[in-house]
């Protein structure tokens, strides 16, 4: 194996950060304007297409009178705890404002905290119950002309929703109130601005839990699509550059062709796969071939797809879960499902009343897609994936 070779810049699993970070510069400036003009925003996309890679290049992109901070809250677990962070995340972001620091400083005796770190707060008493302590400082904040603007980026809230609500569904309810309340308020609102995302919908999370999605309705909705065919050219281009990997236009045109889907998770994994295969041969020089048997064994490796049916799994109850399946299994097998085809799938799961529902959401989530009046999987790995679990299609 050549020691010299030089690995192409992607980064597969963790979020791509620094280096490693394919700037689209299109989406951070609709979030800013969402941001700018006095809104909360709402991340919506597909999943794996980078939304918790922009909510952190924009915590460390930092912009005049703007102060940001990102936390993943999926781990949270009560109302309580999810209160403690965000009063938390507050803190933190006052802690760095120096024209605000007279005021911060009395605030912080004020309330018994000893110390505010990267690891958290220390307290010498901490307060019991932080939905109070959190509305007493949002309006605080807002009172007073000295603090800049802060923007908490929550990525995760769907599922940190789901998993409280199981739990305790009324918790879960309390979150999306008061989450509402703190962005509805002119006394809480003015300088406290949230960016929420997930890698699961969240109309769909917050309907099961609520029964409706109107809770959502005065978020500014961003919405990140995939790449396109000459974005996902520049990214390939930009990922290979200073790379031993020899990739020409015409073959990234190839590759692109088979995934079809272009987000950068999807073209990483088929750069992975072709530079093992090359570095093992040392053999830079990559063909049509090369990247036809990249893509047969990705679709192998069911690991790095599995997630996307454990979603649903985890996610939606039994019945429902066996309908949108069913689904999916036979737009695999067929290519794709028309309206007719999945209203009749909708009468044997007694599920006429809200089927369209599913295939909404299962569009925003990156599973179909709608071309010529019938539904495709949106990507031939997905495809592949669901034959290669379900290859006796009998339904």
């Known amino acids: 194996m050549n020691k010299n070779w030089k690995d192409p810049n992607i980064i597969i699993g963790p979020v791509a950060e620094g280096d490693n970070f394919f700037k689209r510069d299109d989406l ?14 709402q991340l919506t996309a597909p999943r794996r297409v980078g939304k918790t890679s922009i909510m952190q290049y924009m915590e460390k992109m930092q912009t005049e009178n703007y102060k940001l901070i990102f936390s993943n809250i999926e781990g949270i677990q009560s109302a309580n705890e999810f209160y403690e962070r965000i009063y938390t995340l507050l803190l933190k972001r006052l802690d760095v404002m120096d024209k605000a620091r007279m005021w911060f400083e009395k605030f912080f005796k004020s309330r018994s905290i000893t110390k505010i770190s990267k690891d958290g707060i220390e307290w010498e008493k901490k307060p019991d119950d932080f939905l109070k302590e959190t509305n007493a400082l949002l309006m605080e904040i807002n009172d007073n002309p000295e603090v800049e603007n802060i923007v908490l980026l929550l990525d995760e809230l769907p599922v940190m929703l789901f998993n409280i609500s199981k739990k305790d569904i009324f918790e879960a309810i309390s979150i999306l109130h008061n989450l509402r309340y703190w962005r509805q308020q002119t006394e809480m609102n003015k300088k406290v601005k949230y960016v929420l995302a997930g890698s699961v919908g969240i109309h769909y999370v917050v309907t099961k839990i609520e029964g409706r999605s109107a809770v959502l309705g005065d978020l500014f909705t961003v919405i990140i699509n995939p790449l396109s065919f000459d974005e996902a050219l520049e990214y390939s281009r930009w990922a290979t550059a200073d790379a031993t990997l020899v990739l020409e236009d015409l073959h990234i045109a190839y590759l692109l062709e088979k995934i079809q889907y272009f987000t950068p998770f999807f073209i990483n994994l088929m750069l992975h796969e072709i530079n093992i295969q ?61 309206i007719q085809e999945i209203y009749d799938k909708a009468v044997k799961h007694n599920k006429t009343a809200d089927y369209m529902g599913f295939i909404f959401d299962l569009e925003k989530d990156g599973y179909l897609a709608e071309i010529d009046d019938r539904y495709r999987i949106i990507s031939p790995f997905l495809s592949a994936f669901w034959k290669r679990n379900y290859p006796q299609f009998s339904i």
């Open 28 to 41: 951070v400036e609709s979030i800013w304007d969402g941001l700018k003009k006095g809104n909360c925003v």
């Open 278 to 338: 090359a570095k093992k041969i040392n053999y830079p020089i990559i063909t049509e071939k090369d990247i036809d048997n990249a893509f047969d064994r990705i679709v192998k490796l069911n690991d790095y797809f599995k997630d996307w049916k454990a979603r649903l799994y985890d996610y939606m109850s039994k019945d429902d879960f066996d309908f949108v399946n069913e689904l999916l299994i036979h737009t695999a097998h067929n290519g794709s499902i028309s």
